[in-house]
């Protein structure tokens, strides 16, 4: 009995640190993920749809939150299969990555010790990761208030430091 109480205390002590380790993994590589912010912000700077003159990163960096705002094309993306497909199929790799990103919460991620951001007073630009592949920025170009504030969401599909593909859409609360 005691030998079973400890074999299950080291179970779920292991499955404890290997979900704790695979949050941590996509922000592991601290070089890519500056030049990939670095390459967004540029791309940013020149989209004309924008217009905001200057993006303010806030230092936290979310773990997948608002990826759902792009479900299909992230997991079509992920699974290398047509957009389409998405809706069809009905597979538990879909459904594992839908779930992943649907119930990820702005507060969760960390504040890394990064060259390329700095802490800003009122940030006008979020940063999501859930991979090392991806990154999703939200910009506020305007700000009335918790209501009636808009902006852009971009999701960008990187090749280490290429962007690959940029998908985007407006919001307005």
């Known amino acids: 009995m005691h030998r079973m109480r400890n074999l299950i205390t080291i179970i779920l002590i292991l499955i404890s640190t290997i979900s704790i380790g695979q949050n941590i993994d996509q922000f592991s590589d601290k070089k890519l993920i500056c030049q990939q912010i670095n390459t967004a912000i540029e791309y940013l700077k020149n989209d004309k749809t924008l217009k905001v003159r200057k ?19 992230y997991i079509s993306f ?23 990103i649907t119930n990820s919460n702005i507060k969760s991620g960390k504040i ?7 802490k800003r ?53």
């Open 78 to 100: 992920k699974l290398q299969i047509p957009k389409e497909e998405v809706f069809t199929k009905n597979s538990e790799k879909i459904n594992k990555i839908y779930n992943e």
């Open 121 to 173: 007073k009122k940030p006008n630009a979020v940063i999501s990761k859930i991979d090392t592949e991806t990154m999703l920025i939200e910009v506020t170009d305007k700000r009335l208030g918790k209501e009636g504030a808009s902006g852009k969401l971009y999701l960008f599909i990187f090749d280490n430091s290429t962007i690959k593909k940029v998908l985007d859409k407006g919001w307005i609360e």
């Open 55 to 73: 993006i303010k990163l806030d230092p936290f960096l979310r773990d997948g939150w608002n990826y759902d705002s792009f479900a299909p094309d």
């Open 112 to 118: 890394l010790e990064l060259s390329c951001l700095r």
